[in-house]
């Protein structure tokens, strides 16, 4: 009898807990489950949602336009690098594999002179471990020689939103670091005299700061356009960590303290 009620006890715990708290279950689930960062979503109204696709486009525009310039320099400058002589200016330069170091065959190593092999390529597949091509550009007036410069590949990468989330990250970091900032005058370590000196400095850096500047990019939007820009770069769980550190440090109270606005 005893055993009975204890039984129909936990039934009834159990009946209730589950038809009453659906948000526990719900929170159970998620740890049950590979947890997931949530996205911020605010409730918005539809002609809200149309000012934030509008504005995301808005910033996609402008990093392109940038992209676009900085590659043109890019390329302009390593075309410049490569085809006027540093030493007398003269525009009359070839280009040639100086040297090729390698292993050919696993019998010989070392160094051949430039010409051997014409650049055209090594078919045959005779050839074992490194290869090192140094080109480098010979001037045909002064015969002075230098490395020949490469395009980079690397420059896209700086004009993506995720790039851009992660330095306005970086920037409310920042900020957080300011707003936090104490001084101890008993710290041998303490490099300023006062508090106030302290801030002004930081101040001073935040204002000079790479992720201020890259970050530009986003003035004017709302907040809630930045976190749907942080929604959709840092998207499923591979960018758990990247989510969690966005919504620790881009709060809406620091995106309003440097300058974002709610819509
Ligand atoms: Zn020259």
Known sequence: MYLLTVIIGICLILILFLLSDKKHLKGLKEVFAKKIPTPITPILTAEQVCI?????????????????????????????????????????????????QGEINGLSSGSFSGGLF???????????????????????????????VKLSNNIGISYSLENRIQV?????????????????????????????????????????????KQSEVFNGVFIETIQEIANQVYIGDYHRWEMGRFKTNCTPEILEQIGYKHL
Not at 192 to 200: D, H, P, T, V
């Open 52 to 100: 934030i696709k509008s504005e995301i486009k808005h910033v996609e525009d402008k990093l392109n336009k940038e992209y676009t310039i900085t590659s043109e320099q890019h390329r302009k400058e390593v075309n410049d690098a490569n085809s006027i002589c540093p030493k007398c200016k003269s525009t009359k330069v070839n280009d040639r594999i100086k040297r090729i």
């Open 168 to 212: 306005l990250v970086w920037y409310c970091r920042s900020i957080i670091e300011y707003n936090n900032c104490t001084f101890d005058p008993l710290d041998a370590a303490e490099k300023f005299s006062s508090l106030e000196e302290k801030k002004a400095a930081a101040q001073k850096s935040i204002a000079m700061c790479y992720g201020k």
């Open 118 to 148: 014409g650049g055209s390529g090594f078919s045959s597949g005779s050839i074992h471990g490194e290869m090192d091509t140094n080109e480098v550009n010979v001037c045909n007036e002064c015969n002075h020689e230098w490395k020949k």
